[in-house]
Every structure is written in structure tokens, then in C-alpha cells.
Antibody, heavy 117, light 110 residues
């Protein structure tokens, strides 16, 4: 079955960067785009961006432009989301989610990133 | 891109029906049929319950339905059950070639 397995929790200091991975299985990896979404504890979902299926083109939410980089390794069916210049407000659960019919049909389990000095 | 507008909370008794609205603009909800709804239980990842306004994923209960009129999409849950108590989010594709979520609605089953 379709599965997205994300990397484990991270603790980072302000100003550092974090790179979260999302390994896909159960479907042809290059046939679907991948979204990244975050959720600050106790708050709503926030769309961060999308990496396109084949050529790896990206679209980032305006809020994160300049700080986020999404990449894809087709040899290992893994997508990555790197967020730089971290601040305390970036403490959140980060999710990858497969694109399907302009929606997000399968989600990873989430990766908690804590930013603290 | 501003978040889509959802009521912060709704409630209903078992067996009843409730509706959650999701209001955007001509540049998102009103401009495309690419509107989806998600259910999220505490501590869990969101789960897709409807996409392309009113399409249900395979295996999703037909107690969940949705529609769209102008700039507002609506999710209806009929025959409320205790397990429906959760947070619900809408999302829409936008004219900026991006996506935007609603602020979320907490459903309480009384």
C-alpha cells in the first residue's frame, strides 16, 4: 500500500537548518508530486510548498520563500524539505503528503521539529 | 495568500447533521473545483475525506458530502457519530499555483 515514512524528531538551535526526509513506497514515485505542510502545536495546517513529480520543479508558499528548499532523490524514492534560519516560531510538526487529483491523499506520520536555545 | 475562513467550532448531537463552511475568494475556492476536506484526530496526521469538491476517496463513508457555491465550499456530515469528533480543514488550489488551507473547525459531538 502507499506509504510515506518520515525521518525522526529533531531539536535545533535558532539560526540553524533542518532537513526532513520523506521516503515513499507502494507506488511509482515519479508519477506524483509531493506537498509539504506544517502544523504549529495547537494551531492549524499551513501549506509550505510542492515539488513536482518528474523534473523536481518547486513552488513555495510566499511565507517560506528564501528559507525553504525542497528536493527529490528518485533513486531512493525520497523527498526532502530543508528549512533554514530557524526561529522558535518554526517549532512544529512537518508533514509530507502525496499529491493526487489536486489534493493530498496520503500523509506521512509527521516529524516534530523543535527550535530552542 | 490569506487562509480560507472556517468557523472555529461547530457541534451536534449523535444522529444529527452538521455543515462546516469554507469561504475564500475568486482566486481560490471560487475559481477552481480543486477543493478538498481533511479530518484530523488529536495526535494524528490529517486524513483526506473529500477532494475535487465532492469526490470521496475509496472506502470513505457516504455520511461525508460536500458542495460549492461561489466562493464558499461546504462540508456536511450526516448521522453524526462520536468518532466524527475531530478537527476539519479545507484546502483550495489558488491562482498563484499554490494551495491554501482553511483555519480549521473543531467538531464536538455532544
Amino acid at each position: 500500500q502507499v506509504q510515506l515514512m518520515q525521518s525522526g524528531a529533531e531539536v535545533k538551535k535558532p539560526g540553524a537548518s533542518v532537513k526532513v526526509s520523506c521516503k515513499a513506497s507502494g507506488y511509482p514515485f515519479t508519477t506524483h508530486h509531493m506537498h509539504w505542510v506544517r502544523q504549529v502545536p495547537g494551531q492549524g495546517l499551513e501549506w509550505m510548498g510542492i515539488i513536482k513529480s518528474r523534473r523536481g520543479g518547486t513552488i513555495y508558499a510566499e511565507k517560506f520563500q528564501g528559507r525553504v528548499t525542497m528536493t527529490r532523490d528518485t533513486s531512493t524514492s525520497t523527498d526532502y524539505m530543508e528549512l533554514s534560519r530557524l526561529r522558535s516560531e518554526d517549532t512544529a510538526i512537518y508533514y509530507c503528503a502525496r499529491d493526487f487529483e489536486w489534493s493530498l491523499d496520503t500523509w506521512g506520520q509527521g516529524t516534530l521539529v523543535t527550535v530552542s536555545s | 495568500q490569506s487562509a480560507l475562513t472556517q468557523p472555529a467550532s461547530v457541534s451536534g448531537s449523535p444522529g444529527q447533521s452538521i455543515t462546516i463552511s469554507c469561504t475564500g475568494t475568486n482566486s481560490d475556492v471560487g475559481g477552481y473545483n480543486h477543493v478538498s476536506w481533511f479530518q484530523q484526530h488529536p495526535g494524528k496526521a490529517p486524513k483526506l475525506i473529500l477532494y475535487e469538491v465532492s469526490h470521496r476517496p475509496s472506502g470513505m463513508s457516504n455520511r461525508f458530502s460536500a458542495s460549492k457555491s461561489g466562493n464558499t465550499a461546504s462540508l456536511t456530515i450526516s448521522g453524526l457519530q462520536a468518532e466524527d469528533e475531530a478537527d476539519y480543514y479545507c484546502i483550495s488550489y489558488t491562482s498563484s499555483d499554490s494551495w491554501v488551507f482553511g483555519g480549521g473547525t473543531k467538531l464536538t459531538v455532544l
